[in-house]
């Protein structure tokens, strides 16, 4: 679309990106997805997020936002109107906040060390994965999401990993539901939202492109 | 005063010589937030820090009528959604996530960056070429905004953010003999970390110039 208001820089199988695609569906908002060819960044990109040179980038009126975290309460705080992804209680908007920010601290690199690795490192960095799902899973507890009845920030923040939970699962040769079962039973319940499950690619396509890479990369 | 104020009860778990303690304080002291602060023996820490916050076990923890805030930056925010006078945080959506990046900038990269240069007691070149990378950035932004303080004429969530950089990281150098921000090599920077710990809100909360260099001194000795 020529002249589009909101660009999106993205790549489809990322956990990052994937959480704007959420929050911009959840607010039904009309974007330009624009996808990146990561190991031969566009210049548009590398103008964009010049600082960290990566996806996503969104880029409305001209203007970039970078960091998916931040570029969710960016469109949030904009598009006010429909669907409040923050809560409203600056008390429960802060432990929003620092839930998503320990998502942001924690699973990637737990998820990653707990494929990649192998032998004794990668048993020590499969508990250390279940660990921080548990702490997660323990917060959600007994309620629909994060914070709560409603759908936000925080869900939106950890729900991406889950089409990425088959690949690691796959590699480590373990069930993540036999030791988290709250935790997919939430995250089925987010599925079941349309913004989710039109965003989050299947997994098994996930599984295909992480070995594929793997494979180009002669791992 | 906000309507309920008179009935806040506000508790802050600290350790005075932290910079992301001081975060929260500079905040608390630019809105005239009144507190009490509970100073932690963070080799011995206290049973209410570890229930406020089991997951990080760390301060500073915010207590506000009895709900606890953790991570200094969500604190910060925490506080300026609350307290709306004095605003750290712009109100602009764009300049808000503009402000949010440079924040987060300055806490995943140059704050990591700058640690590793004096825990690998500045032996490895890449590491050093690394953490000046990071410094140049902040160098160029505070070019390109050519204002005293990356919020413009007053400091602002950004500032506060970079408080380790303005004030911490001299004494640090100063400690361990090594010298990374200098006056040639980042002219920006050295300007606005004058100005930043010139600051009166700031100024009256920063842990003294004696009590870190004996602390890094002792944890890093000399380079």
Not at chain 1, 56 to 81: A, F, M, R
Request: glycine residues 4%; neutral net charge; proline residues 5%.
């Amino acid at each position: 679309m020529v002249g589009s208001e909101v660009i999106l820089l993205d790549f489809w199988p990322s956990m990052f990106g994937m959480r704007v695609r959420i929050a911009l569906a959840e607010k039904g908002i009309e974007y330009d997805y624009k996808e990146q060819d990561l190991p031969d960044k566009s210049t548009l990109l590398l103008e964009m997020n010049p600082v960290h040179k990566k996806i996503p980038v969104l880029i409305h009126k001209g203007k970039p936002i970078n960091e998916s975290c931040i570029i969710v309460q960016y469109i949030d705080e904009t598009w006010k109107d429909k669907s409040p992804l923050m809560p409203s209680d600056p008390y429960t908007r802060a432990q929003a906040r620092f839930w998503a920010d320990y998502v942001d601290k924690k699973v990637y690199d737990a998820l990653k060390k707990s494929g990649t690795l192998k032998g004794e490192q990668q048993e020590k960095a499969k508990k250390e994965f279940i660990e921080i799902l548990k702490v997660l899973e323990g917060q959600i507890g007994e309620k629909p999401y994060f914070m709560g009845e409603s759908f936000g920030y925080a869900d939106i923040a950890l729900v991406t990993f889950y089409c990425w939970f088959y690949t690691f699962e796959t590699l480590g040769n373990y069930s993540i539901e036999k030791e988290c079962p709250k935790l997919i039973a939430w995250a089925k319940r987010c599925m079941q939202r349309e913004s989710v499950s039109k965003t989050l690619p299947d997994s098994k396509k996930i599984y295909e492109f992480f070995m594929e890479m793997r494979s180009k990369l002669g791992l | 005063m906000r309507s309920s104020e008179m009935a806040d009860e506000v508790t802050l778990y600290a350790d005075g010589r932290s910079p992301f303690v001081c975060r929260v304080k500079i905040a608390l002291n630019m809105k005239g937030i009144k507190y009490k602060n509970m100073e932690e023996d963070l080799q011995n820490k206290s049973g209410a820090l570890l229930n406020y916050n089991p997951v990080h076990k760390k301060v500073p923890v915010l207590v506000h009528n009895g709900n606890p805030i953790l991570e200094s930056l969500v604190i910060v925010e925490y506080l300026d959604n609350v307290w709306e006078r004095v605003p750290i945080l712009p109100q602009d959506p764009y300049e808000k996530a503009a402000a949010r990046f440079w924040a987060k900038f300055i806490d995943d990269k140059c704050i990591p960056a700058l640690y590793k240069v004096f825990s690998s007691k500045g032996e490895e070149e890449q590491v050093i070429t690394e953490a000046c990378e990071q410094l140049q950035i902040l160098e160029d932004e505070l070019e390109l905004k050519g204002k005293k303080f990356f919020g413009g004429d007053n400091i602002n969530l950004v500032d506060i953010a970079a408080d380790f950089i303005a004030y911490w990281l001299q004494l640090l150098e100063e400690a361990t003999e090594m010298k990374l921000v200098t006056r040639s090599k980042f002219p920006k920077i050295t300007e606005w970390a004058e100005g930043f710990v010139n600051c009166q809100v700031v100024k009256e909360m920063l842990p003294p110039r004696a009590i870190m260099l004996a602390y890094y001194k002792n944890r890093f000795g000399k380079i």
